[in-house]
């Protein structure tokens, strides 16, 4: 009686944690997945069952070696920053992978993956926000020491223009141009430097997203099919209207101009209520809580590998003609609502996904994920 109620607390432990655990025979079959693991791969016991970790786990994958050697040497390893690739999932995810022996008397291992992607992407979230920061400091430089000096330049070519001949108004009218452009750059880099308190107050997301849909529909998104997956019962967020508008419209019109060479591009908006996740900021005491989820989707060539974890850096761009500060500005400000934002993004298919906090009193937290940003 002790034994089958030791056996099923321990079960009951194993599927109550979160991160997935898998336990795998001799012949690497798969004997035993917890909810977790089934979440992880999209696929019940059932299923899961009927595969060898070697069907499961993509081709050449260190997690099969690892449990082979955990097998050889009956003593438990860890592999950190694996990527696990499966056939149950298109895209390969980064995570910390535990392996160790059931028992000594066989060959079983269980493994547990701890799945690093929030907590990196939360981590180069923090980074691209002290780099917006420095941003800060240029922009007030620019705009005193370099903005009336412009001003004058702009003066003096407009007089040019009406007294030189008229092979050489175009010359005049060049310098008038381009002192403008640089004036405009400088006033996009000034935003930076706006530490003015956000006003605000609970908002339905819903209601931005389909303000910025109607925008895009009569601007930037001709052409464009858009669609939606709202989960109705989200709460409200406590933001800024015009803020938060500026937000999905730059995101839209980024992807727009991704889709210019798509066949049937298509951009789609989704919400949903996530509540597992929590980050603990430095010099906050309160962790804060993130669980309202906002994804826009397009199905363009994706953002450059090379690129993508730098892509909320002041100045980094796929464009050729462009400044690099429009993802920049979106990450500032969600930054300033209490949200993070990140990009995950192949061919064919990219995400933005935004979290953000809650009005207060919205809803009663329960339990969180905590992600420990350092």
Do not use: W
Request: hydrophobic share 45%.
């Amino acid at each position: 009686m002790m034994d089958a109620l030791g056996l099923e607390t321990s079960t009951a432990i194993l599927q109550a944690l979160p991160q997935p655990i898998i336990v795998c025979g001799e012949q690497h079959q798969i004997v035993f997945v917890n909810y977790a693991a089934e979440a992880f791969f999209g696929a019940s016991m059932s299923v899961l069952a009927r595969q060898r970790l070697d069907d499961l786990i993509a081709f050449g994958s260190p997690i099969i070696s690892l449990v082979e050697t955990v097998m050889l040497r009956r003593a438990p390893m860890t592999e950190y920053r694996v990527r696990v690739g499966s056939s149950r999932f298109g895209d390969e995810r980064i995570a910390d992978v535990f392996a160790s022996p059931i028992s000594d008397t066989d060959g079983r291992v269980a493994l547990l993956i701890q799945e690093r992607t929030m907590a990196d992407k939360i981590d180069r979230q923090m980074v691209s926000r002290g780099a917006a920061r420095s941003v800060t400091g240029l922009a007030s430089m620019l705009a005193h020491e370099i903005k009336n000096p412009l001003s004058g330049i702009r003066g003096a070519a407009q007089l040019l223009e009406q007294s030189v001949a008229s092979d050489e108004v175009p010359l005049a009218r060049l310098i008038r141009e381009e002192t403008d452009r640089i004036v405009g750059l400088i006033d996009r880099v000034e935003v930076f430097g706006d530490e003015r308190p956000l006003e605000r107050e609970p908002i339905n997301i819903h209601v931005v997203l389909d303000r910025v849909k109607l925008l895009a529909r009569n601007g930037v998104g001709q052409g464009i099919a858009f669609s939606e997956e709202y989960d109705p019962s989200l709460p409200p967020v406590f933001g800024n209207r015009d803020q938060l508008i500026q937000i999905f419209l730059n995101l839209v019109k980024n992807a727009s101009e991704a889709l210019e060479r798509t066949q049937k591009p298509e951009i789609k908006f989704m919400t949903a209520f996530r509540p597992g996740i929590r980050i603990s900021v430095m010099g906050v005491s309160e962790r804060i809580s993130l669980p309202l989820e906002i994804v826009i989707e397009d199905n363009g060539p994706g953002v450059p590998p090379d690129i993508l974890p730098f892509l909320f850096d002041p100045f980094v761009t796929t464009k050729p003609n462009g400044s690099g500060l429009g993802l920049a500005l979106v990450a500032k400000i969600v930054g300033d609502h209490g949200g993070v934002i990140d990009c995950d993004s192949r061919p064919g298919r990219t995400r933005f996904r935004i979290l953000l906090p809650v009005a207060s009193g919205a809803f009663n937290m329960s339990s969180f994920e905590e992600v420990g940003v350092r």
